[in-house]
């Protein structure tokens, strides 16, 4: 394994062209991930509708769990490299395994989600000149407002919490599911791979960003296809960041 592998600027493309040609080799979990996370952010849609305030705190905050919901389709992609399709059972197999790794880690980003959540709903009901209950209210009152400063501070708040999430994720959680390493070996891993690589890193996080942000514009639909490929293009990450063969180094069996 190479120490500090060379990545360019077009890395994060490289990934994204790896990851959809997972996608397209093995599309039924992806798809039943996708599908799955639609559907839990159109049930969201729904119980906060009145109150976007807080529904905008919890799309945000879905960015922050979200990588640790997709990690099965990691097992997915490693098994792509290796010439197979693994199907759903396989990354049901690795959900069942119970590996506390990934629940305490998961429990973690779910805690920083959630924390992102009730700041957001507190900034946005406190400061916000008028009551945010629709869409067209947060446009108008927040994103539109006259006055320089509501939706700045919203949006430096939501970065300075998803940088350093972003920072812990990148590499930890692929190396959870492919490797016997604890969650602080990871995460040292992962915020030495953003040290080592701060611009196409800094590039990746903003393609995710942007990637995820037009699936939900776009009524939550690109979810489906959006949230298996980047979970695909994150494990070819992880492989060139560590100087790794995209194959991995550990087997299902070892999780």
Not at 130 to 143: A, E, K, N, T, Y
Not at 163 to 192: E, I
Not at 212 to 218: E, N, V
Request: net charge neutral; aromatic share 8%; hydrophobic share 55%.
């Amino acid at each position: 394994m190479n120490d500090t592998p060379t990545i360019d600027l077009l890395a994060p493309l490289r990934w994204l062209a790896l990851g959809w040609a997972d996608l397209r080799r093995n599309p039924v979990p992806g798809l039943v991930h996708g599908l799955a996370l639609t559907a839990a952010g159109g049930l969201m849609v729904l119980m906060a509708w009145d109150r976007f305030w807080l529904l905008a705190g919890a799309f945000s905050g879905f960015l922050i769990v979200a990588p640790i919901l997709a990690t099965g389709l990691y097992h997915v992609s490693r098994a792509c490299s290796s010439g197979r399709c693994a199907d759903m059972a396989e990354v049901m197999t690795l959900w069942r395994s119970g590996d506390g790794r990934l629940v305490r880690f998961g429990l973690l980003l779910g805690l920083a989600g959630t924390g992102w959540v009730l700041t957001s709903a507190a900034l946005i009901t406190v400061m916000a000149d008028q009551p945010i209950r629709q869409p067209l209210d947060f446009l108008r009152h927040v994103v539109l407002a006259r006055d320089v400063g509501l939706f700045e501070l919203w949006l430096m708040m939501g970065a300075a919490l998803a940088a350093p999430m972003f920072a812990s994720t990148v590499v930890a959680l692929p190396m959870l599911v492919d490797q016997r390493v604890s969650v602080g070996g990871a995460v040292r891993a992962s915020w030495m791979a953003v040290a080592n690589h701060p611009v196409p890193l800094g590039l990746w996080a903003v393609l995710l960003s942007v990637l995820t942000g037009l699936s939900m514009i776009l009524g939550l639909v690109g979810l489906i296809v959006v949230v298996p490929w980047l979970a695909h293009a994150s494990w070819h990450a992880y492989c060139e960041l560590q100087g790794l063969s995209s194959s991995g180094t550990v087997a299902l069996k070892a999780v």
